[in-house]
C-alpha cells in the first residue's frame, strides 16, 4: 500500500476524555485512539485502519495509523455499533463523552453527549480552548461573515435567519 494513493475520508479521535466514536477534543490531548475510513484512489477500495495516536499533531498521527495501524472490517465495527446501540436501547443508558459514566438521556433532546451541566460546561469550554471562542460564519446567500461564539454554535445551532444577531467579522479578526 502506497499512502500517496489513499485519501482519508473521515478520522475518528477517541480520547481520554471518554469512550465516544465522535470527534470530541478532551482536555487532554494525549493517548488518543484513531479510526480512519480511507480510499484508495487508484483501486477504489475503502479501508479502515484503527492505531493509537499521540493527540498532539492530526497529520503525523494520520500517517502513523496508516503505516502502524490495524486495518479492520466495516462489518466488524457495524457490528461493533449495532451491539452497543442495541444495549443502550436495553437499558435505556447512554455513556458520557467526558467521565465515562453511564446516564439517562433527557426526553425531547435531538443529540446528548454529557450526563451533567458540569460535563457539558467541561465539554463546550474544551471546544472553546481547541478551537476559539469565536467562529467566522459565512452566510451563504450573500458571503457576509459573522463573529459567532462557540458556545452558541455548540447549544443553539445556527441558520442564516439567526446570523443577524451577531456582529460582523471585521478583518483585522482573522
Not at 499533531?57 to 495509523?65: A, G, P
Not at 442495541?86 to 455513556?95: A, F, L, P, R, S
Not at 471562542?133 to 463573529?147: H, P, Q
Request: with cysteine.
Amino acid at each position: 500500500m502506497s499512502l500517496s494513493n489513499m485519501k482519508v475520508l473521515r478520522a475518528f479521535w477517541i480520547t481520554p476524555g471518554g469512550p465516544s466514536f465522535l470527534s470530541v477534543p478532551s482536555l487532554e490531548y494525549q493517548n488518543c485512539i484513531g479510526i480512519l475510513a480511507c480510499e484508495d484512489l487508484i483501486t477504489h477500495e475503502r479501508k479502515i485502519y484503527i492505531g493509537n495516536a499521540s493527540g498532539l499533531n492530526e497529520d503525523w498521527d494520520t500517517r502513523h495509523i496508516m503505516e502502524w495501524g490495524a486495518e479492520v472490517s466495516a462489518s466488524v465495527l457495524k457490528e461493533f455499533i449495532a451491539m452497543e446501540a442495541e444495549e443502550v436501547k436495553k437499558t435505556g443508558m447512554d455513556i458520557c463523552v467526558v467521565c465515562g459514566k453511564e446516564y439517562e438521556p433527557a426526553e425531547n433532546v435531538i443529540v446528548q453527549l454529557t450526563c451533567s451541566k458540569e460535563c457539558h460546561d467541561k465539554l463546550v469550554e474544551s471546544f472553546i480552548a481547541r478551537f476559539g471562542e469565536y467562529k467566522r460564519v459565512i452566510r451563504a446567500s450573500t458571503g457576509e461573515a459573522f463573529r459567532v461564539p462557540m458556545r452558541d454554535i455548540i447549544e443553539e445551532g445556527i441558520s442564516e435567519q439567526t446570523l443577524d444577531k451577531y456582529p460582523k467579522w471585521k478583518e483585522e479578526e482573522r
